[in-house]
Antibody
């Protein structure tokens, strides 16, 4: 059974750093593209970052230079290192598997950036 | 500007048919990139509803269907049910962004 479990969210002050992790089971993360999608309170979905099976990465302009996506094949996990956090980064962050569309999603982890 | 435009809201009575449009441009839908649709029930993670314009994942009722024409795509829901009340999002790839793009979302209200 495919499962994605995100961890690492919480309350952080502006300018701080946080690392989100997505633990995958039931498939191998290196065989798919893995995506971080966020949803600010009451807002729509935004694709934040993608890591493709070949290792290429994508970042939304809103996070470029501040966020870094990575993959640990030995642990079958995908991580999102978030630096220089801003109030506008407050959102639920979802990890999703990409194949034909984003076919499996985690339950999400809430990141709140506030002083 | 790379944008997928959806109506903010649609509504329909039980049993009726509703459609949700997703209007893009030559850098996304018009370029031939796949369009996917997601359903997000209140307080839950999004769920893949349609992939590759018209395909339903296993378990999705055939009341849901997708189509594409030119730079736009549509999601149709027939035989509307109360449990269909949710937010719906289209998604594609955009060559100008070199990355995935979501529409703004449409809230479906079942009257």
């Amino acid at each position: 059974e495919v499962q994605l479990v995100e961890t690492g969210g919480g309350l952080i002050q502006p300018g701080g750093s946080l690392r989100l992790s997505c633990a995958a089971s039931g498939f191998t993360v290196s065989s798919y593209y893995m995506t971080w999608v966020r949803q600010a309170p009451g807002k729509g979905l935004e694709c934040v970052s993608v890591i493709y099976s070949g290792g290429d990465t994508y970042y939304a302009d809103s996070v470029k230079g501040r966020f870094t996506i990575s993959r640990d094949n030995s642990r079958n996990t995908v991580s999102l290192q978030m630096n220089s956090l801003r109030a506008e980064d407050t959102a639920v962050y979802y990890c999703a598997r990409g194949d034909r569309g984003l076919d499996y999603w985690g339950q999400g982890t809430l990141v709140t950036v506030s002083s | 500007q790379s944008v997928l435009t959806q109506p903010p809201s649609v509504s329909g009575a039980p049993g009726q048919r509703v459609t949700i449009s997703c209007t893009g441009s030559s850098s996304n839908i018009g370029a031939g990139y796949d369009v996917h649709w997601y359903q997000q029930l209140p307080g839950t993670a999004p769920k893949l509803l349609i992939y590759g314009h018209i395909n339903r994942p296993s378990g999705v009722p055939d009341r849901f269907s997708g189509s594409k024409s030119g730079t736009s795509a549509s999601l149709a829901i027939t035989g509307l049910q109360a449990e269909d009340e949710a937010d719906y999002y289209c998604q594609s790839y955009d060559s100008s962004l070199s990355g995935p793009l979501f529409g703004g979302g449409t809230k479906l209200t079942v009257l």
